[in-house]
C-alpha cells in the first residue's frame, strides 16, 4: 500500500518510490510502485488518512477495504481502489494472507476536479479493471521512465488518459460480456505494431462490425474515440523514443505512421499540453 507511513511488512517487496517536494501547476505524482507478496502491517491496523489521492491496483491474491463512511468491501485481482485525500481508511490482506499491489500517489488541483465533477466518488472506492495483464503495463507505463526529479505533465496527462479509461471501464461493467470481450481484443489492436499505420475500418471490419459502430462502441465503453485512444499510445512511444534519443522530430514522426513534422507536433501539443520541442528542453535539464 502507499508508504505515506511506514508499516512494517513481514515479506519481500519489489519497491519503486519517488518523492518530490515541488508541486507542478495541475498535479503530480508522488509515489509509484509494485508490491508482491506482501502480508500487510503487522499488529493492529487502525484506520489512517492520508495528504493525497492515491490508486492501488490488486495484482494476485486478496485483501479487504474498510473506511469511515462504507461497509468493508473486498479486493480481488482486478480490482481498482481509489483511496481520497480525506477518507480514515485501511487496507491489506487478512491475517495469514498475501497480495500483491500496484500503487500510485498523487494529488493536485485536476484530480481535486475528477473528485468534484463526481468521476472519482468515495462513496465508490472499488472499480472493476480486469483483465490484469492489460491494467498493469498501463498503469505501470505512467511514471516516467528514466525517471525526472520531479512529475512531468506528460506523466499526468497519461494518468487521466489511465483514469478515463478505468472509469468508463467500470461504467461498462453492464455491458454484454461479447462487447467486453470485443472492446478488450480492439484495444489490444490499437497498442499493437505502434511502428506501422494502422487501417482503423479494416480493423473494425476484423472484428466483425461496421467501422461507424465500432467507433460508437469503442467510444461509449472506453470514454474516448479509437483514433485517440490510438494516437495517445503513438504519443507515448514518441516520448520514449526522444528520451532514448538518436532521432530527430521528422524521423519520428515518419517512424510513427505521421503524414508529416507538423501534424505530429500538433498531436503531441494536443495529447501531452507540450510542444516536442519543449518536451525535449525538459529532458535536457534532466540530463543537466
Not at 14 to 34: C, K, M, N, S, Y
Not at 77 to 95: T, W
Not at 205 to 232: D, K, N, Q, V
Amino acid at each position: 500500500m502507499p508508504p505515506t507511513t511506514s508499516p512494517a511488512r513481514t515479506a519481500p517487496a519489489t519497491h519503486v518510490r519517488f518523492r518530490f517536494d515541488e508541486a507542478p501547476r495541475f498535479g503530480r505524482i508522488t509515489q509509484a510502485g509494485l508490491i508482491r507478496d506482501s502480508a500487510g502491517p503487522s499488529g493492529q491496523r487502525p484506520l489512517r488518512v492520508l495528504d493525497s489521492y492515491a490508486l492501488v491496483y490488486t495484482v494476485d491474491g486478496a485483501a479487504t477495504y474498510r473506511d469511515a463512511a462504507g461497509p468493508p468491501r473486498d479486493l480481488k485481482p482486478g480490482d481498482a481502489l481509489f483511496i481520497f485525500p480525506d477518507v480514515a481508511h485501511m487496507y491489506g490482506p487478512e491475517p495469514g494472507g498475501r497480495w500483491s499491489e500496484f500503487y500510485l500517489v498523487f494529488d493536485g488541483p485536476v484530480f481535486d476536479l475528477w473528485r468534484t465533477q463526481g468521476l472519482l466518488d468515495p462513496a465508490h472506492p472499488v472499480m472493476r479493471c480486469e483483465p490484469v495483464d492489460r491494467w498493469l503495463p498501463r498503469l505501470e507505463s505512467v511514471p516516467d521512465a528514466p525517471r525526472a526529479p520531479r512529475s512531468s505533465l506528460a506523466e499526468v496527462c497519461r494518468l487521466q488518459e489511465v483514469l478515463a479509461g478505468m472509469v468508463a471501464h467500470a461504467a461498462a461493467g453492464g455491458a454484454a460480456a461479447a462487447d467486453r470481450r470485443l472492446i478488450a481484443r480492439a484495444c489490444a489492436l490499437l497498442e499493437s505494431d505502434l511502428d506501422r499505420a494502422l487501417d482503423l475500418p479494416g480493423l473494425a471490419h476484423g472484428l466483425g462490425i461496421p467501422y461507424e459502430t465500432f467507433r460508437r462502441r469503442f467510444t461509449r465503453m472506453m470514454g474516448t474515440p479509437p483514433a485517440r485512444w490510438r494516437s495517445a499510445r503513438l504519443i507515448e512511444r514518441a516520448c520514449e523514443l526522444m528520451q532514448r534519443g538518436g532521432l530527430a522530430d521528422k524521423q519520428i514522426a515518419d517512424r510513427l505512421g505521421f503524414s508529416d513534422e507538423f501534424h505530429f507536433s500538433r498531436r503531441f501539443k494536443d495529447i501531452t499540453g507540450k510542444s516536442p520541442r519543449a518536451f525535449r528542453r525538459s529532458l535536457s535539464g534532466v540530463r543537466s
